[in-house]
């Protein structure tokens, strides 16, 4: 946990962190099975309500924190992740938390969401990915797959789409995860590792839109498929997976990337490796079709985190401050080649 | 401990031959330092300003340099001048016309020469003016030789060579040598204007304090310089410039981004928040990061943000968090910023946004000077977006300006525009000192109670006076609540399509702008016999004052009134407008106020504009304030 943060000794519930505002996402959207993942799971941290703080971009996703007990923000498209810097670096007593989806955090606000990761700004950034635009009535997303035929590509989109979790490894994110919105479980674990990450935390929720996307994630999802596609990693266990675990995640000698195969020497799972290759190996085994889908922690390592930096900065130079701040500011004026005249 | 290594010292010079050369008393003297990028002109006019300003002199300077880093060596694209003007009583410019050019090399002269009034010194660098250096700007034959500089008064010096010479000894590489021509150039004119120069060479010591070989190498080129004005009979006279008359107090000279950044600091102190700046680098405002980014001692945050929208994004979410948030940028940025302006409207929290204006479209003339951001910063916002605008009207003005956006910012809780431009940006004055304890308290208070029925707490409940909305910042226990930039209900801050709702709020924040409380315009009219009043906005104040004097002594009437708050408008304006028959509006734009002004009050105001990237001179404003006063 991050060592700047209050902790409260009063004992929250789920309904502590729900507003009083009247949920408006389309029924059966997966959006809302992720809010109630999240207010079950707040209490956890211990956290004053007061202290914690949503700032969203624009999507369905980003109404997510007028639904939230806290302070919160629902501000621009894609800009969510420089706002919470913003707030995040003045404000190391607040628990700072980005909710964003993948044409906000991957199209219009891709440079904010590289820079904040690359940064280690404390930050949570929950991606709701979807694959496409809800908001604006269905069209391809950055994240839909090649070929997917849209309002705005009747011919099929000719954009190959972002693997999200390369992507943040990419911009050196100290912390990434994937999770599913309809497993709470393991969509709460996800967090409350999130949670305990000093630095920038990455999450994305594979998230369904049944208006315009449905099924989106439904090989991964369905109890008679998901089994032979579906890998859970786990830290220090082997990864496999299968009905009978027959499938392995091995790592071919001379090969810089990672295999699935059947029976073989499965790796065993470290999310603390410090060289990102290992995480964006796994982070390669799942593509558009989601034929082979790793959720879990792939990457959890420290490196001083851009507020902590900050911060330091300011104290040692607040420790050298001399007199009170008017003083120091006459100082600051006089600080210069003076002439004075009588 | 200020000393030169060898031979006499400038002050013994000074002292051995006193009387030996004529000194003839000036009011006012206009130099200008001229040479390629890479000669140091912008250091030698900021040198010598410094010795001008301790001297007690009233100073105005006018830099001018080209974006380009180091254009190709000798041309006329890789000309960077300074422009010093300093006098004996108050001055508002940086002067017209130099009487004292001096020119590095033939591309300097050939690129200043148009602006030299005849009977102008020139001072050349004759080892510059080789027949490629001459090629390369176009001359045929040296100026210096086909008598094309008969209508001024050429000193041929031998700069370069002069300075390696007297470098000899030193023992200084000869590119170094070569490279201290410049303090050759700033000892002679310190020495023809009788500067005093102990602060030069303290200059110099900190400069160059890891490299005491420069440090000697400067100063013994600054010696040698002042020597040979003292020795060689190309230079007959010197001239003593008299101490302006200037109010009683502690003065230093300042540019305008420097200034302006310290009103930030000052702002920071006097309302008791700590500033956070979000910026990202552009020219001409990033002195302004580079200033604020030393301060973090007054518990200031620089972020050097990934693009000009992360920078405003940054600020706006420190403000939220309970920070004065600043964002710094130029024409381009604020274009880049639009839609988080309309979002810290919206949201209605302080923000301060700095364009340091400068020449476009687009990248435009990143390092000349321009008004040309009026409209956006009026009106370039999608949506019914009204915020704040001020403009300094000098250099030191930007440090007032700078504490007054962030007075309004915080009271009113509004985004407010500080329309700097390069034109006071990098020009300089002296700076009547204040004193931190008598600048204004622009603190304000945290709402840390529930404002409604049974504890509820009401974000957008606004106090009854000022219109402004709560700011309950993060961390206050109780107040949790949700902003954002869907509409607002009124009161309760919910998300609301409701049309009757819509129009209130666009109505009410128009009419909280509108509210706040601002200045009156003052008036200048001496005799208050004028018929004609010129009206101006930010950086234009020095030429268009310099005028309305030249006029008025002249005997010719005008009246002149500046404006500082752009928006909202003064309230006595209206009245001053109509009581005149005639009203001039000089500005760096295509008559962006003047569209206002017009539109507003219904007052054929008369634009006259000018977008060379230059300022307006003020002998152009007098000759166009001449004819209307006598004409109409």
Redesign the interface.
């Known amino acids: 946990m991050v060592s700047t943060i209050p902790i409260t000794p009063v004992k929250l519930t789920a309904k502590d962190f729900k ?1 009083d ?1 009247e949920v408006r996402w389309c029924p059966g959207c997966g959006d809302y099975a992720i809010l109630a993942a999240v207010q079950g799971f707040m209490p956890e941290l211990g956290i ?4 914690i ?1 949503f ?1 969203s971009g ?1 999507g369905c996703s980003s109404r997510f ?2 639904y ?9 498209h894609g ?1 969510a992740p ?10 190391p ?2 628990s700072v938390w980005v909710v964003t989806g993948d044409g906000d955090a991957l199209s219009i606000g891709g ?2 969401l590289i ?1 904040a990761l690359r940064r280690n700004v404390n930050l949570k950034i929950l991606l709701f990915n979807n694959r496409i635009y809800g908001l604006t009535k269905g069209q391809y997303s950055p994240t839909s797959e090649l070929g997917k035929i849209t309002k705005s590509t009747p011919a099929g989109s000719a954009d190959s789409p972002f693997n999200p979790l390369s992507l943040a490894l990419g911009a050196e994110a100290t912390f990434v995860a994937r999770t599913i919105d309809s497993d709470r479980k393991h969509l709460q674990s996800v967090l409350r590792a999130a949670a305990e990450h000093e630095g920038s935390a990455f999450v994305e929720i594979y998230q369904n839109c049944n208006i315009f996307n449905d099924g989106a994630f439904e090989l991964i999802k369905d109890s008679t498929t998901r089994e032979d596609h579906l890998i859970r990693l786990e830290q220090g266990q082997p990864i496999t997976f299968g009905a009978q675990q027959q499938f392995s995640v091995t790592h071919p000698a001379g090969s810089f990337g990672l295999k699935v195969q059947e029976g073989g020497e499965a790796l065993v799972h470290d999310a603390t490796v410090d060289d990102p290759a290992y995480a964006f190996a796994l982070s390669r085994l799942s593509g558009s079709d989601l034929g082979t889908t790793p959720i879990g922690v792939f990457r959890n390592v420290q490196r001083p985190s851009y507020d902590e930096l ?1 911060t330091k ?2 104290v ?3 420790s ?2 001399d007199g009170t ?6 100082g ?3 600080k ?7 | 401990m200020c000393s030169f290594p060898a031979g006499r010292r400038p002050w013994e010079v000074a002292k051995v031959s006193a009387g030996a050369k004529r000194v003839e008393q000036l009011d006012r003297v206009v130099i200008r330092f001229a040479g390629d990028s890479g000669d140091g002109m912008q250091l030698t006019g900021d040198r010598f300003t ?1 010795e001008t ?4 002199n009233d100073i105005s300077t006018l830099p001018n340099f080209p974006a380009e880093i180091r254009a190709p060596a000798g041309t006329l694209p890789g000309v960077s001048s300074f422009q010093v003007h300093f006098a004996d009583y108050d001055i508002l410019t940086p002067g017209d016309a130099p009487n004292v050019l001096v020119a590095m090399n033939p591309a300097a002269l050939k690129a200043n020469l148009a602006d030299l009034p005849s009977g102008a010194d020139i001072i050349v660098n004759t080892d510059e003016f080789t027949k490629r250096n001459l090629a390369k700007v176009g001359y045929a034959v040296s100026p210096l030789e086909d008598g094309s500089l008969a209508d001024f008064a050429v000193h041929p010096v031998a700069l370069t060579s002069m300075t390696v010479g007297a470098l000899a000894e030193l023992g200084v590489a000869k590119k170094d040598g070569e490279r201290a021509k410049n303090m050759f150039a700033l000892g002679l004119l310190s020495w023809m204007y009788s500067r005093p120069f102990e ?1 030069t060479l303290r200059f110099l010591e900190t400069k160059f304090a890891k490299r005491p070989d420069l440090v000697a190498a400067n100063k013994a080129a600054f010696q040698a310089g002042w020597n040979f004005g003292e020795t060689t009979e190309s230079f007959t006279v010197r001239y003593e410039v008299k ?1 302006a008359r ?9 540019t305008g981004n420097q200034a302006l950044a ?1 009103g930030l ?2 702002a920071s ?1 006097r309302s ?1 928040l ?1 500033l ?1 700046l ?1 910026a990202y680098p552009i020219t001409p405002a990033s002195d302004i990061l580079h200033e604020l980014s030393k ?5 200031i ?1 620089t ?1 050097q ?3 000009e ?3 405003i ?11 004065l ?1 600043v964002t710094t940028t130029s024409g381009p940025g604020v274009a880049l910023k639009g ?2 302006i309309s ?1 810290a409207i919206a ?1 209605e929290l302080p923000l301060v946004i700095v364009d340091v204006q400068r020449a476009g479209p687009s990248t435009g003339m990143p390092t000349k000077t321009e008004q040309a951001d009026l409209n956006m910063a009026l009106f370039g916002r999608h949506g019914e977006a009204p915020l704040a605008v001020i403009a300094p009207k000098s250099p030191s003005d930007c440090f007032h300006a700078a504490i007054e956006a962030a007075r309004i910012a915080l009271k009113y809780r509004t985004p407010v525009i500080l329309l700097s431009d390069n034109y006071v940006a990098n020009g300089s004055e002296p700076w009547l ?5 008598e600048l204004p308290d622009i603190s304000v208070e945290f709402t840390t109670e529930p404002n409604g029925e049974d504890g509820r707490f009401l974000p957008y409940l606004r106090d009854p006076e000022t219109l402004a909305r709560p700011w309950a910042i ?13 509409e607002k209900a009124d009161k309760t801050g ?2 609301s399509y409701d049309p009757a709702n819509h129009e209130f709020m666009v109505r009410t924040r128009a009419q909280r702008i509108e509210a706040i409380e601002v200045p009156d315009i003052e008036v200048e009219d001496a005799d208050e016999s004028a018929r004609v009043l010129v009206l101006g906005w930010g950086s234009t104040y020095g030429p268009i004052g310099a005028a309305c004097r030249a006029l008025r002594q002249r005997g010719l009437p005008i009246a002149q009134a500046h404006l500082r708050h752009l928006a909202p408008l003064p309230a006595n304006l209206g009245e001053v407008l109509t009581a005149y028959d005639k009203v001039v509006i000089p500005e760096m734009n295509l008559g962006q106020l003047a569209h206002v002004i017009r539109a507003k009050y219904l007052v054929d105001a008369v634009p006259f504009n000018q977008v060379s990237g230059l300022p307006f001179t003020a002998a152009t404003l007098e000759n166009m304030l001449e004819d209307v006063v006598k004409n109409g």
């Open positions: 507003s505002q004053p309500r007061e202290n703080v700032v624009i924190p007028y939230m007990n806290t302070y919160g923000m629902h501000s621009i800009r420089a706002i919470a810097t913003g707030l995040s670096v003045s404000r007593d607040l440079n904010h820079h900050i900065q300011l040692d130079a607040k050298q401050a701040p008017e003083q120091m500011l006459d600051l004026l006089n210069a080649d003076t002439w004075t005249i009588l | 410094s300003a301790q001297l007690g602060s101490p200037m109010k009683p107090g502690t003065y230093r000279n300042i310290l600091v000052a102190v008791k700590p956070f979000g301060h973090k001692k007054f518990g945050t972020v943000a990934e693009d929208i992360a920078a994004g940054a600020a706006v979410g420190a403000s939220y968090g309970g920070a948030g839609e988080t979002l949201l000192l204040p004193s931190a304890d993060p961390g206050t226990a109780g107040l949790e609540h949700r902003i954002g930039g869907l919910d998300i």
